[in-house]
């Protein structure tokens, strides 16, 4: 390999800080602000389909009309939970009754704190398992009026049905009863 002359080294030294200095731009600004573009594009994106979404649910209606109309049916719907457990046993026990169902047995576990709060209360889930013993029809109202009456909020998670003798049903029940609570 021939010398290189002094103006040859200098095209070389500066080509490769030319280089050296695209390298560090593309490192130190071009990439981190495309990241930070991309984020903001992203909140935009998220923030258009929280609008959309508002949007939606006002329906061309006055927004703030829609959102008193909303806390209006999460007011009703926190009275819908109980805060003690004694009306909970009082309502189950008393429907059991009025449809000629023997409760046998009921088991109240410990409460589960929701993670989610509602407007200053604090939501917990009352685990419940019954036995019953009734007819077939009387179980089927029974479990129409725990899903549909709206004084409970009441969840059915197992059920399970046997029968010795016809036409009475040996049920064991269990079912998350949701309560409220003010903080």
């Given at each position: 390999?021939?010398n290189?002359?002094?103006?040859q080294?200098?095209?070389i030294y500066l080509?490769?800080?030319?280089i050296?200095a695209?390298i560090l731009f593309l490192?130190?600004?071009f990439?981190?602000?495309r ?12 923030t258009?389909?929280q609008?959309?979404?508002i ?5 061309g ?8 109309n909303i806390d ?7 009275e819908l ?5 004694e009306l909970i046993i009082?309502?189950l026990s008393?429907?059991a009754r ?19 709060k509602v407007q200053g ?11 019953l013993s ?8 029974y479990?129409?009026?725990l899903?549909n ?10 059920l399970?049905?046997?029968?010795q003798k016809r036409?009475v ?11 409220a609570?003010q903080e």
């Amino acid at each position: 390999m021939k010398n290189l002359t002094k103006a040859q080294l200098k095209i070389i030294y500066l080509v490769l800080i030319l280089i050296v200095a695209f390298i560090l731009f593309l490192f130190i600004i071009f990439f981190p602000q495309r990241r930070k573009l991309s984020e903001i594009k992203a909140e935009i994106a998220r923030t258009d389909a929280q609008i959309n979404e508002i949007t939606s649910l006002s329906q061309g209606k006055d927004l703030a009309q829609v959102v008193r109309n909303i806390d209006k049916e999460l007011d009703k719907a926190v009275e819908l939970l109980p805060a003690k457990e004694e009306l909970i046993i009082k309502y189950l026990s008393k429907n059991a009754r009025k449809l000629e169902i023997d409760v046998k047995n009921m088991n109240l576990a410990e409460k589960k704190q929701l993670k989610d709060k509602v407007q200053g209360y604090v939501i917990e889930e009352l685990p419940i398992v019954m036995s019953l013993s009734c007819g077939y029809k009387a179980l089927g109202e029974y479990l129409n009026i725990l899903k549909n009456d709206n004084v409970l909020l009441v969840k059915v998670k197992q059920l399970s049905i046997r029968s010795q003798k016809r036409p009475v049903l040996e049920v064991n029940m269990q079912i998350s009863v949701f309560m409220a609570e003010q903080e």
